[in-house]
């Protein structure tokens, strides 16, 4: 059985928990927690050296690590990864674009105001990112204005890459009221078939980290 | 001819001429130059509304932006793109890491030392990004310990991807004496065929942003 390393409070697992629920993988989940230290330790650095939660240990041992990736590794087959070459292209683009552009605001904020205590200098973070977070929830509404989804006419794995810390707008401070076609869109994502929910449980076994790496 | 959007001291503008020179494809370039704004314009927000460079205008009048989705659709079809999924997969795992984990610490760096005034706020920048700078370095040097290349035995679009930021380090203020795999992997990169080396010019014809847009 393949094996997640992950929480359920980190969007870059929610990514992961979404495509194996989509295609109808099982898999157990070993809870790695940021909070407790573990991707930094010993342990977890031999299986992943990047120090990152998601990594996916396939059934051959093989180690899958980045959420971009996973995204590939297991969407390829399915109707999330277009048969169309240009439309592959501009898959990665949004996911390169939830990567660089998105994510390091959104999630990075979330953090702050939701998880980390109160603190000067976080707030200060805050400001400066803000601004970062309302570019990228622009683009995202500007492009949604015309479009279903982001990166063609059906879902693909772009959205499912976007979804998870666009959903947790409110949990970083942010107000979707004036993103209206996001709004829209993230309803119709949650109206896919198999959607799995940020913060739910896709796996039928869970692990501690220190139960898996004893 | 295709038309490359972008500026000669961008790493990321950099991916797409290495790209575009490997695979001997001719284009010109529009010298978008951050320093005086030219993304941000609404001229250019209407071709790219991420706002950013490197941005390829196709011959249908297409346009394709962000690095890694560029370097996919040019790289596809050559050795740069292997055909195993796998290894496939482990090319997109180190492209996530360049845009997440690499990038942000080293081409900010970057910026702060070599483009921006010096200023009190950019130095409290550069002493919190500096870990990171080290720490994605530390990644890559202990894969280059045991692999000629990041993702694979032979050159990847992951290699073209981590290259220029890498190269740029000394600009960044980062020393990589004690990085000795990085190093020697610069080098084997620079030995690749048909190599260009950022800063160069690749393109047949350059044109100025206002005679572009005019």
């Not at 940021?34 to 093989?62: I, S, Y």
């Amino acid at each position: 059985m393949l094996t997640l390393f992950g929480n359920l409070e980190s969007g870059n697992v929610h990514k992961v928990q979404a495509i194996l629920y989509r295609i109808e993988v099982a898999y157990r989940r070993v809870d790695v927690v940021q909070a407790a230290g573990h991707p930094r330790t010993e342990k977890f650095l031999a299986l992943n050296p990047m120090g990152k939660v998601p990594a996916v240990r396939l059934d051959d041992g093989d180690v899958i690590t980045e959420s971009g990736a996973l995204l590939y590794w297991f969407g390829r087959g399915t109707e999330l990864w277009p048969a169309d070459e240009r439309a592959r292209t501009e898959v990665l683009r949004w996911m390169c674009f939830e990567q660089y552009s998105h994510e390091p605001a959104l999630a990075v904020m979330r953090y702050l105001r939701h998880f980390a205590p109160a603190s000067e200098d976080n707030d200060r973070r805050v400001r400066e990112l803000a601004p970062r977070a309302h570019q990228a929830l622009h683009v995202m509404n500007a492009r949604l204005a015309s479009s279903a989804f982001l990166a063609a006419d059906s879902c693909t794995l772009a959205d499912l890459a976007l979804y998870p810390y666009t959903r947790w707008s409110d949990q970083a401070g942010i107000d979707l009221t004036a993103y209206e076609h996001v709004r829209r869109w993230l309803e119709r994502v949650e109206a896919q078939p198999r959607f799995l929910a940020p913060g739910v449980e896709g796996a039928t076994e869970v692990v501690s980290f220190d139960d898996y790496f004893e």
